[in-house]
């Protein structure tokens, strides 16, 4: 029995229940709640001891005031200027996640390593590793003689002491989830430990000046581990992506306070580290010539950038009474929606098949765009032969069967001519002119059909 100055803590979203159950009511997860004290103030903080000082009064400014934007720090490296907005922002926090053993580690180091070259005074804290072991990581990506000053400490009161003794310009804490505050008794990783050492270090950046950098980690669905309070607290949210058997990662922004939400970095791991890609825009694209069918490019917009990815399918005969559906790198609900129009509004007969799609390199399309790519790799694997030489495919497939027009195409025209695409299968609109590149406009999907479709049946 739960004693009365305790309360139960979802591990997931962070709702607080006055008793167990097996059950979060507020997010439906299962045996996610934890026994908590109750005697921490809202926010998992320590309640504020009383003071008989005056408390002072906040200030306020007009809205037309004009202020001197701060000074980034630039990082030097383009892919990673281009995701922060510019270079790092002083007195911000990012929240940077992603898979263990992607390389979040390994990034950090080289970034921090470089700014330290720039001057700038750079802390690197790991609740993670022993100090050897990042020592020799620093000698295998070739910046051990960079000035960074490395702590390997989990208790927050001991790293706070040292950050405000320090007072450096660039901080890395790796992990927050390792970091734990005495105020608190809950164990180390839980909701109000994150939570707490998060604000902590959050507010200690706002006021000192200091860019701050905190790793988190994610969940089995890939998502920040903890309560989504935590990236409201900070000012950007980064994502590390990648599959491990492949060379390349994105750097992917989903939230930024100072600088767009919607770019990526690309970077290719080598034996000393993270170096960002030669060929961003062909990064995702096999170099198989296209003497079957099943294959179509897609012609991708990533932020200001634009990226051409291969979409793979394969139609097959089903062996079993209920068809195959298996989906990597795309979302199955839209799959299911391309395969229904197809046969809906185009005549062309999945149901009895076994579809399997798949996007080449482990991109991920993300894009409504993507609808007319899948189609056309669906429709040359039923007939059985490539699509036309040297095609790009991009357009939104509506369900009456009508291709929408989407954004910046003649960007990404203009990607596929450079690449030196020689047919472009896009929406109506496009109103540029691309030598060496046949723009063919689509209306509707089944104009695609009949266009690469398979021969109708007699």
């Known amino acids: 029995m739960a004693k009365a100055n305790t309360v139960f803590t979802c591990q997931s979203c962070g709702a607080v229940h006055p008793k167990w159950s097996g059950r979060c009511d507020a997010c439906g997860e299962w045996n996610t709640l934890v026994e908590e004290t109750s005697s921490a103030a809202p926010g998992g903080l320590a309640a504020p001891k009383?003071?008989?000082?005056?408390?002072?009064?906040?200030?306020?400014?007009?809205?037309?005031?004009?202020?001197?934007?701060?000074?980034?720090?630039?990082?030097?490296?383009?892919?990673?200027?281009?995701?922060?907005?510019?270079?790092?922002?002083?007195?911000?926090?990012?929240?940077?996640?992603?898979?263990?053993?992607?390389?979040?580690?390994?990034?950090?180091?080289?970034?921090?390593?470089r700014l330290a070259r720039n001057g700038l005074s750079t802390v690197y804290v790991s609740g993670e590793e022993a100090a050897a072991q990042i020592q020799?990581?620093?000698?295998?990506?070739?910046?051990?003689?960079s000035p960074v000053e490395l702590a390997t400490e989990t208790d927050l009161r001991k790293v706070m002491s040292a950050l405000k003794s320090a007072n450096p310009d660039f901080v890395v804490i790796d992990s927050i989830q390792t970091m734990w505050s005495d105020s608190l008794e809950a164990a180390p990783g839980s909701v109000a430990q994150v939570r707490a050492c998060a604000q902590e270090l959050t507010r200690w950046a706002k006021k000192s000046g200091a860019a701050l950098i905190l790793v988190g980690h994610v969940t089995k669905e890939g998502q920040i581990a903890g309560p989504r309070v935590v990236e409201h607290m900070v000012d950007t949210v980064f994502y590390f992506e990648g599959e491990r058997g492949h060379q390349f990662r994105i750097l992917r922004a989903v939230k930024n306070r100072f600088g767009p939400t919607d770019e990526i970095g690309i970077f290719e791991m080598h034996q000393f580290g993270l170096a960002p890609a030669r060929e961003p825009s062909a990064l995702f694209l096999s170099n198989e010539d296209e003497t079957s069918g099943g294959t179509a490019v897609f012609a991708a917009m990533e932020g200001s950038r634009p990226v051409l990815a291969e979409v793979q399918a394969l139609v097959a005969a089903s062996a079993y009474g209920t068809p195959r559906r298996s989906i990597v790198g795309w979302d199955a609900n839209r799959l299911a929606m391309v395969l229904a129009v197809l046969e809906a509004r185009c005549g062309v007969s999945l149901a009895g098949r076994d579809v399997y799609l798949s996007v080449a390199g482990g991109y991920r399309m993300a894009e409504p765009a993507g609808d007319l790519?899948?189609?056309?790799?669906?429709?040359?694997?039923?007939?059985?032969?490539?699509?036309?030489?040297?095609?790009?495919?991009?357009?939104?497939?509506?369900?009456?069967?009508?291709?929408?027009?989407?954004?910046?195409?003649?960007?990404?025209?203009?990607?596929?001519?450079?690449?030196?695409?020689?047919?472009?299968?896009?929406?109506?609109?496009?109103?540029?002119?691309?030598?060496?590149?046949?723009?063919?406009?689509?209306?509707r999907l089944s104009d695609l059909v009949d266009l690469i479709g398979p021969d109708p049946e007699p």
Not at 136 to 145: I, N, P
Not at 417 to 430: D, H, M, W
């Open 136 to 145: 020799d990581r620093a000698r295998r990506l070739k910046v051990a003689e």
């Open 50 to 113: 009383s003071s008989s000082r005056k408390a002072g009064k906040a200030e306020f400014t007009t809205l037309n005031a004009v202020e001197d934007a701060p000074t980034r720090h630039m990082i030097g490296v383009d892919e990673l200027d281009r995701v922060f907005g510019g270079g790092i922002v002083p007195s911000s926090a990012t929240l940077i996640g992603g898979d263990p053993g992607i390389g979040k580690s390994t990034l950090l180091l080289q970034v921090a390593a």
């Open 373 to 443: 790519a899948a189609a056309a790799a669906l429709l040359t694997s039923l007939a059985d032969r490539p699509p036309p030489e040297k095609s790009v495919f991009f357009g939104e497939v509506a369900l009456s069967g009508a291709i929408r027009s989407v954004a910046r195409m003649d960007q990404r025209l203009k990607e596929a001519q450079r690449l030196g695409f020689k047919n472009a299968f896009v929406p109506e609109g496009s109103t540029g002119s691309f030598e060496g590149l046949t723009v063919k406009p689509l209306s």
